[in-house]
């Protein structure tokens, strides 16, 4: 590992320059860009790490725990870990270790190249309150003085702490039970060249000078960790190395051989990075608050298992080959069927839970934060978890569907979970609901999920004929039937040619992208033919694809909010099976320049190209997958028909 390390100097590895964090000054430079990180993670949490190396988030023990580093959210009272160099004049690079989630941040200076590789060890076993968070540092050429600045703040700003200093470095134990321990390479008060470590207000600082070729030095943060103790260089290799072997192996397991394979690698390993290993369940994303609009109220907490975001995440791993995430995620959510069987007032199943399972989402704000420039409020937890969503079982049948086309056949107490559920479907997919984008505005008859009702009762009604398995399909076939001809009838406006939100609206809305995806409607369809065309009017803009519009149909929130990453890589999918292959690469092409310095996206693009909204999105990720391999397929077959009928080539 060491050896790669020190390679990554060359210039194949330099990726492009990102601004470092600007002085402290107004509200908007005190934060950077949200597109301005990398993300590590060990598979039970999660970290950013932003291009001047101040790792500004990070929730301990859990993605859904309170945070201990949250400046990305308030710069003064939520806490960051930052190391860079003490002269404030030097350009910064990152870039991910080839083939892993190991981070490099790069500083040049006028006196030297030095590097951060930020990693956090996997932990491949069960729940733990142990995390490791390592920071290892080498020069490259020259000399550079770093600074380390690590500032704890506990339970989102709100949990005094304690500072207990030692040599080999210091606890920090928070009133809320938490504990946090620095150990290092460094010693207090070492001889001149060396480091010194001495308090900052409630945190500590350490300022150490390195030379070219040195490497060995860092710290690692260890939460519930004990007492600190001095690391050996050797420690720091050994840890790099087990990471390292980890995401390669993970990485080579890949099964995918198509067009775009490395944005396709990098978002496999985003999702794999928004797992909680313990249960196999993702999260929407890796963090909260992060606005859809600078300065505004959409401001929510993604640190939850949807489930239509981890049914749509395990589909696009299992299509990589990834066969045992998606095994893991079916049996997560057959869990919470047999659990939550009983029908109540949102329907047999909730929409989202924590990744344990467990469904306490009570939504709260947090009034002490500033919010991301100035975006307020700051809120944790999720008010939308006991929403009715009908979509849900469209996306939760297709899942086992899919699973089991991939050698993953539901096992028996399964299918009477799922049977219960589709019964449960069949009686009641004729009511208003909320819809997929969790309107606060009243339920009404939306079209998507009526047609994902239409989804879950065939898919399910194909498993039972598969398999011979017990099922009312009499039942199920005739709601099916019922549901595609209303959402034929009265889901499709004739006045604007196009299937709209809801029944009652002239309104568009680009998750009915996913209505020939899943096979509800032909692509060359005239009517979904005719939808495209009013989308293409008044949906996208210069390639980017709005949700909605929300002026045009209120949600019961205040403000606009940028075009939805998911919907432009769902518009790509939808291209490319109608056939407009040339539009379909086009737009996937220009996306990419959306993407950040590492390839990762948030949940949305601003006016002008900025990422906006919680990050980064598993949505967006799952469906860069899906769209790159509809058009690899296709493209491959339009090459194969063209060599087959070289006169009718272009």
């Known amino acids: 590992m060491r050896d790669q390390f020190l390679a990554c100097d060359r210039d194949q590895c330099d990726h492009r320059d990102a601004a470092g964090r600007q002085e402290r000054g107004g509200t908007v430079h005190r934060y950077p860009n949200i597109s301005d990180h990398g993300l590590i993670g060990d598979l039970q949490t999660a970290a950013l790490v932003s291009t001047d190396g101040t790792i500004d ?3 301990c023990p859990r993605f859904d725990s309170p945070t201990v580093f949250a400046s990305l959210l308030d710069a003064e009272k939520g806490g960051h870990f930052r190391i860079s160099p ?4 030097y350009v910064t690079k990152q870039l991910y270790f080839p083939n892993t989630a190991m981070l490099i941040t790069r500083f040049m200076t006028p006196d030297g190249v030095g590097e951060v590789l930020d990693f956090m060890p996997v932990i491949e076993g069960g729940p733990t309150d142990r995390h490791r968070l390592v920071r290892y540092l080498r020069v490259a050429r020259g000399t550079m003085q770093f600074a380390a600045d690590f500032q704890p703040r506990f339970d989102y700003g709100r949990a005094a702490h304690r500072m207990e200093f030692s040599e080999s470095g210091a606890v920090f134990r928070g009133d809320d039970g938490m504990e946090l321990t620095l150990h290092s390479t460094a010693r207090v008060k070492e001889s001149e060249g060396r480091a010194v470590i001495e308090r900052a207000g409630d945190g500590l600082r350490a300022t150490f000078t390195m030379r070219e070729g040195q490497s060995g030095r860092g710290i690692v943060l260890e939460s519930m960790g004990g007492e600190p103790r001095t690391l050996q260089p050797a420690d720091l290799e050994q840890l790099a190395d087990d990471t390292a072997k980890f995401w390669k192996s993970w990485q080579g397991r890949s099964t995918y051989t198509g067009r775009w394979r490395e944005m396709v690698t990098r978002s496999a390993m985003t999702l794999k990075l928004l797992t909680y290993n313990p249960t196999g369940a993702p999260v929407a994303a890796a963090t909260f608050g992060l606005p859809e609009q600078e300065g505004g109220e959409r401001n929510w907490d993604y640190r939850f298992t949807w489930i239509r975001d981890g049914a749509l995440s395990m589909h696009a791993l299992a299509s990589l080959g990834y066969r045992e995430e998606a095994a893991r995620f079916g049996v997560w959510m057959r869990d919470r069927a047999i659990a939550d069987a009983a029908p109540n007032g949102s329907g047999p ?3 989202m839970y924590r990744v344990d399972g467990s469904s306490n989402l009570a939504e709260d704000n947090l009034d002490h934060f500033e919010g991301w420039r100035g975006s307020r409020p700051v809120r944790i937890g999720n008010g939308a978890a006991d929403q009715l969503q009908l979509d849900i079982y469209g996306e939760a049948s297709r899942a086992v569907y899919v699973g089991d086309g991939y050698g993953l056949p539901i096992a028996y107490q399964g299918w ?24 606060r505005s009243g339920r009404r008859d939306f079209t998507y999920g009526r047609f994902q009702c239409w989804v879950a009762l065939d898919r399910a009604i194909k ?3 598969r398999h011979g398995r017990p099922a009312n399909i009499t039942k199920w076939a005739a709601a099916r039937d019922r549901i595609y001809a209303q959402v034929m009838t009265r889901g499709f406006n004739a006045k604007v040619k196009a299937f709209t939100q809801h029944y009652a609206t002239e309104v568009l ?13 032909a692509p060359n369809d005239p009517m979904w033919v005719s939808t495209m065309d009013a989308m293409d009017k008044q949906l996208v803009s210069d390639s980017l694809v709005y949700r909605y519009n929300p002026a045009a149909s209120p949600d019961g929130l205040h403000g606009d909010e940028g075009t939805f990453s998911l919907c432009t890589y769902l518009y790509v999918d939808a291209l490319a099976r109608a056939g407009r292959l040339d539009d379909a690469v086009l737009i996937f092409e220009k996306m990419s320049t959306y993407g950040n310095h590492l390839g990762l996206y948030s949940e949305e693009i601003g006016a002008t190209g900025e990422q906006l909204g919680n990050f980064p999105q598993a949505f967006t990720h799952l469906a860069l997958i899906n769209a790159a391999i509809t058009l690899n397929n296709e493209l491959d077959r339009r090459e194969h028909t063209a060599e087959r009928s070289p006169a009718m080539a272009p």
């Open 57 to 59: 988030f990070f929730c």
């Open 86 to 89: 003490v002269a404030d004049n």
């Open 349 to 351: 199943l909730k929409i």
């Open 416 to 439: 009477l979970a799922l049977t219960k559920i589709i019964d449960w479907v069949a009686d009641n997919w004729d009511q208003p609901d909320e819809g997929v984008w969790e309107a």
């Open 463 to 465: 498993l039972a004929q």
């Open 509 to 521: 809305d680009s998750s009915l992208l996913m209505m020939p995806i899943e096979g509800f409607i």
